[in-house]
Nanobody, 118 residues
Framework: VQLQASGGGSVQAGGSLRLSCRSSGNMLAVSDMNWFRQAPGKQRELVATITSDGLKSYTDAVKGRFTISNGNANNTMSLQMNSLKPEDSAVYYC?????????????WGQGTLVTVSS
């Protein structure tokens, strides 16, 4: 399974970006999908989660501004980011919790850089 993240870029504070993550490869099912981010000198943090049932959760810092969604057949995932702040600047990673016949595994995308200027 491979994940391809895209959509990062540079915006001014208050602007918007939409990140996308496309998965390819064989999976029996997807348990949940996540977006993480990592700013320079900081630990990677969980930003948003969407489960196979469509339940969504967010870290407090982005509630009301970010929206996670998934596409058909769970092979795409998006993160709509509005009202961006400089502290949202980070490399954003998508992750998929995939179910296979032999077990379940986590797969990561390569990361996409988001830079928000004040």
């Amino acid at each position: 399974v491979q994940l391809q993240a895209s959509g990062g870029g540079s915006v001014q504070a208050g602007g918007s970006l939409r990140l996308s993550c496309r998965s390819s490869g064989n999976m029996l099912a997807v348990s949940d999908m996540n977006w993480f981010r990592q700013a320079p000198g900081k630990q990677r943090e969980l930003v948003a989660t969407i489960t196979s049932d469509g339940l969504k959760s967010y870290t407090d810092a982005v509630k009301g501004r970010f929206t996670i969604s998934n596409g058909n057949a769970n092979n795409t995932m998006s993160l709509q980011m509005n009202s961006l702040k400089p502290e949202d600047s980070a490399v954003y990673y998508c992750r998929v919790h995939a179910i296979h016949r032999v077990g379940d595994y986590y797969y990561w995308g390569q990361g996409t850089l988001v830079t928000v200027s004040s």
